[in-house]
């Protein structure tokens, strides 16, 4: 008879103590409710029809904020808002148009803090992505087309207009078929030194021709468009544990207003709603409290998470996890904390018929609202979940619309992560001191993400 290895005994003896006293049996309803049970698709499809994108600070964001609300009070979960001031932005009309070789309207929007502006001609003339030896001698004046993927920030927004006295930027958008990368010019909703616009690939391509051709295009630029401070609230469900000491589980609630937002972060919200309502209908008596955060105003900057983060710095939150588009769950991600690793592996090797093709990887990433945690020490969680391809296309775009959400790969994504919620809540094993913010500083360096965050201005430790 063969004997098992230390490595498979382990492990099994790991997941056969998660499994006992009932935990397998809160684990196969909780997995088989978030089939027949999904309240989330229909919630998202109301949200989406009725209200359309949710721009932090508009009237459909609050809206699609209190259906939530009433959702999670008709299921008897403790909730409550909590309010922050951020440097908003309110998109009004913006308008782009060819003049001269000949007259067009171009498919085109003002990006994040581009402030009210009159407005002007100027002829356009190509600056490939933005070096000193790509601008040309004769900028000053004139408006500059950048090629597709060139990162901005308001330093290099500054010296264009500064130091080659450039009026206006064109940023070529990075995917075809007609399509805009809404975004901010900016993360620190400071209004930009010039107005920047987005533009299609095919119009960006078309317009770099004109220019090699030397039919000298001019182009007219104006917007409506507002930089102004926004009050808005993140939502805040909580569900009492053993021990007051926190799991977070966070989602972006806010969308770009061209689509419905359904996938950027429609998903996020479904999954959220419907994570905290089958723990709280299935297993309510969790170790720690489980606290679900619906944060506003991520698109802008984080400044919804930054907000929870600076009210809450105190409380003793274990974990967090942060679902910002997941998709179909391939494994999840330890974001740099070693601490988390054996934990994730647990969970993969325990999913029996569900088996986690990437169960584990460990590399952090920005951009999300699980940026202040690592900030702050705690050791956060994410997922590699991707999107069928040709919906995911659309994300901050008019296509990206609740057509495009698939139920079935819903269900599955709360199923599995109503799991791993269920495992962090009830895992007394995580519950460790925070990184110092020497070993957090570390892991961000090792990341390689010191010089992007300082680059575009996010970096919150003091300069070296």
Known sequence: ????????????????????????????????????????????????????????????????????????????????????????WERREDHAALVHPLQRTLRSIAMGYVDQHAPFTAELVYLGRGSDEEIPA?????????????????????????????????????????????????????????????????????????????????????????????????????????TSKKIVIGAHFDSWDLGQGALDNGLGIAQAYDITRLIHKINPENHYTIETVWFNAEEFGLFGSYAYMERHQDSEIVAMLNMDMVGNPLGANAMGFASLIPPLKEFSQGMGGLSLPKPVVNAPWLGSDHMPFINQGIPSITLNAPIDPEAVAFYHDFGDTFEKVDKEVLSKSIGILSLLTYQLANDPELDRPRLSQEETIELLKNARLDLRMKRAGIWPFPAE
């Open 138 to 242: 004769n900028a000053h004046g004139k408006i500059g087309l950048l090629a597709a993927n060139v990162k901005l920030t308001q330093d290099s927004i500054q010296a264009f207009a500064t130091e080659n006295g450039i009026k206006g930027l064109l940023l070529t958008n990075r995917k075809n078929g007609g399509q805009l990368l809404a975004r901010t010019a900016n993360y620190s909703g400071d209004a930009s030194p010039i107005p920047i616009y987005s533009v299609t690939e095919e119009e960006g391509h078309w317009l770099k021709r004109l220019i090699e051709s030397e039919q000298k295009p001019e182009v007219r630029l104006s917007t409506q468009s507002i930089v102004k401070e926004i009050t808005c609230d993140n939502l805040v469900a909580t569900l009492p544990g053993k």
């Open 1 to 88: 008879m063969k004997t098992l290895s230390l490595t498979l005994v382990l492990t099994l003896a790991g997941t056969a103590a998660f499994a006992g006293n009932g935990g397998q049996a809160v684990r196969e309803r909780l997995m088989g409710a978030a089939f027949l049970d999904n309240q989330s698709y229909a919630l998202l499809e109301e949200m989406t029809n009725l209200y359309g994108g949710r721009l932090a600070g508009t009237e459909s964001n609050e809206k699609s904020l209190q259906l939530l609300e009433d959702a999670l009070a008709a299921n008897g979960i403790a909730h409550h808002r909590e309010s922050f001031t951020f440097p908003g």
